[in-house]
């Protein structure tokens, strides 16, 4: 087992990674920017490293010194977080020739789930079902009108790097395909390095339903089951939970097992998320996270099993120890994020100081928080400052409990999403289960029911 790990991330995902390295008896190294010079984590973690100034291309994104942050500690192990350099293949790589083990997956399998265009053409190889379009790249503008024709309007326009609501457009007719393809290639460009696009049929008002695996270096792979995150603006998610409330035992079944053969498919250690959209019974392969995803806290609340955990011990060449046999789901979990953002005005970023700040408690909460009072909410990063998760016996008790912790959560100084989640559990969209897209992008309801204080 690995005596110090350094995580190359910060905020609320460093200070739940120096916790499970804490309870395991593992030293902890914090690399931090400018910035963050004054964050929780830096003082939670055994050893902290200033790796640069605030902007994220001088210090979060910078491989060669985290490495050498990693060296000069001691550190045999780096945990990447989400998000920076978390699904880099090329930072795997650098990790292995420094001798310093990456907790995650290969370069391999990482490098070709991170390609749209690549993981399509192995999923379809493994015979795991993908969204109707093309398995490869659309260069050609006679050939994408002619097979958009074919799939039939609308259709979907990703890049093939597309990740965090970038690179993806919608063509609802013919007359914005061009557009579609020019903003999706664009963004691929900007953001991705990698403009090649593909089209997919548009299915509309789906459920976001992606299955938890793990998988060991011995060939083990098992599923803990599927998480919803249905409700999102922007394709960026707002609110998850564990189980999916339309999901049947033999549908969940269904799915574990793509997951499962998903993974196997290429190769896969470590945890990993394959993300699927669901329409009626039909689910199909969407992408596959190659890291630990932001709701995984759910997943941990109604497993009992602790990823980071997993993820570690994987690292470290040990076998899982537990078969898909030993993954049980007991009760309900919903996780919000909280984010300093408007809701009222489109979820815009809101940057400030937290003034006061006071978490809500009780045995059915969980925090995952990086903020406290003072904190600087900066434009340099994600606007994401904690995640409330509850867990209840069943959906109506967890969306109960939810909406009690969201009362006594409270944040001063800057807006954030709390009105918003208050708003939204406590409509009959989500009690209903729906996917809430309608509220979402409805900026009236917004304005109304979730305005910021």
Same mark, same amino acid.
């Given at each position: 087992?690995?005596?110090?790990? @350094? ?10 990674? +120096? ?8 030293? /902890? ?8 010079? *004054? ?77 749209? %265009?690549?993981?399509? +053409? ?56 061009? =557009? ?33 695996? @793990?998988?060991?270096? *011995? ?58 959209? @669901? ?27 602790? @990823? ?29 994020? +909280? ?14 100081? +937290? ?11 969980? %925090? ?54 208050? =708003? ?12 809430? /897209? ?16």
């Amino acid at each position: 087992m690995f005596t110090k790990v @350094l995580i190359a991330n910060r905020g609320e995902i460093a200070s739940r990674v +120096i916790a499970t390295l804490d309870r395991m008896g593992i030293a /902890s190294v914090a690399v931090y920017s400018d910035a963050d010079a *004054h964050s929780p984590y830096v003082r939670q973690a055994g050893e902290a490293v200033h790796i640069g100034p605030s902007p994220v291309g001088e210090s979060y994104l910078r491989s060669d010194r985290i490495i050498e942050a990693a060296r000069s500690t001691g550190a045999d192990a780096i945990h990447p977080g989400y998000g920076f350099l978390a699904e880099n293949p090329e930072f795997v790589m650098a990790c292995d020739e420094a001798g310093i083990v990456f907790i995650g997956p290969g370069a391999d399998a990482m490098r070709t789930m991170g390609s749209k %265009i690549g993981s399509r +053409i192995a999923m379809q190889d493994a015979g795991v079902p993908v969204v109707p379009g093309t398995v490869e790249a659309i260069d050609d503008r006679r050939l994408a009108f002619e097979t958009a024709r074919d799939l039939g309007f609308p259709v979907a326009v990703k890049a093939s790097a597309a990740g965090g609501g970038k690179g993806f457009r919608v063509a609802h007719a013919e007359d914005e395909l061009e =557009a579609a393809i020019e903003g999706a290639s664009g963004e691929g460009e900007r953001f991705f390095g990698d403009g090649s696009v593909y089209l997919e049929r548009y299915l509309e008002n789906p459920r976001h339903i992606e299955v938890q695996i @793990l998988a060991d270096s *011995h060939g083990n792979v098992i599923h803990l089951f599927e998480r919803d995150c249905s409700v999102q603006r922007r394709h960026q998610k707002l609110v998850e939970e564990a189980p999916a409330p339309m999901v049947t035992p033999e549908l969940r079944e269904r799915i574990g097992q793509i997951a499962v053969t998903a993974a196997h498919s290429v190769g896969y250690v470590s945890a990993g998320t394959v993300e699927g959209l @669901l329409v009626g019974d039909d689910y199909y392969f969407l992408e596959m996270n190659t890291r630990i995803q932001v709701e995984h806290g759910v997943t941990e609340l109604v497993t009992g099993i602790d @990823l980071i955990e997993q993820q570690v011990r994987v690292a470290a060449g040990e076998a899982l120890s537990i078969t898909q046999n030993d993954v049980r789901l007991t009760g309900h979990a919903i996780e919000c994020r +909280i984010n300093a953002e408007r809701a009222s005005r489109g979820f815009l970023p809101a940057p400030g100081t +937290i003034t006061e700040y006071a978490e809500p408690t009780g045995t059915d909460v969980r %925090i995952d928080s990086g903020v406290e009072a003072g904190t600087v909410v900066t434009s340099f990063y994600d606007p994401m400052l904690a995640k409330l998760l509850v867990v209840g016996p069943d959906r109506d008790s967890a969306t109960e409990a939810m909406i009690r912790a969201l009362d006594g959560y409270r944040i001063e100084g800057i807006p954030t999403l709390i009105p918003f989640h208050r =708003a939204l559990l406590q409509s009959s969209q989500w009690r209903n289960a729906e996917t809430c /897209s309608d509220l979402v992008s409805d900026r009236t309801w917004l304005k109304t029911n979730a305005a910021e204080s």
